[in-house]
């Protein structure tokens, strides 16, 4: 079973960036696709970015298209985050999740109920 942990939020000023961490422990990080979400009050769960177990394949919410990036290190069981241009409607709760991958395949899952394991989320909130 695979635990995750979110770190790397905080607060920043619109306009500038920040690199979010999910840290992973108790299982082979490199067989799991991942992805991030966040979710902000009276809101529901957004995708924002996913990778695959190689990395090889990244898809990007609407949101995020040509501000964050999404990139994975499978030798320090770690995904990452780097947003950029943020925005005060960035501001939210961001999770990591993952999801089991065969190797023979490299698809980026989009939805929330295709993750089978979640981290507790990193704020973060961004001013205008």
């Known amino acids: 079973q695979v635990q995750l942990v979110e770190s790397g939020g905080g607060l920043v000023q619109a306009g500038g960036s920040l690199t979010l961490s999910c840290a992973a422990s108790?299982?082979?990080?490199?067989?799991?696709?991942t992805g991030w979400f966040r979710q902000a009050p009276g809101k529901e769960r957004e995708f924002v970015a996913g990778i695959s177990w190689r990395g090889t394949s990244t898809f990007y919410g609407d949101s995020a298209e040509g501000r964050f990036t999404i990139s994975r290190d499978n030798a320090k069981n770690t995904v990452y985050l780097l947003m950029n241009s943020l925005k005060p409607e960035d501001t939210a709760v961001y999770s990591c999740?993952?999801?089991?991958?065969?190797?023979?395949?490299?698809?980026?899952?989009?939805?929330?109920?295709?993750?089978?394991?979640w981290g507790q989320g990193t704020q973060v909130t961004v001013s205008s």
């Open positions: 999740a993952a999801k089991y991958q065969h190797h023979s395949y490299s698809s980026v899952y989009t939805g929330p109920h295709d993750y089978d394991y």
């Open positions: 108790g299982g082979t990080f490199s067989s799991y696709a």
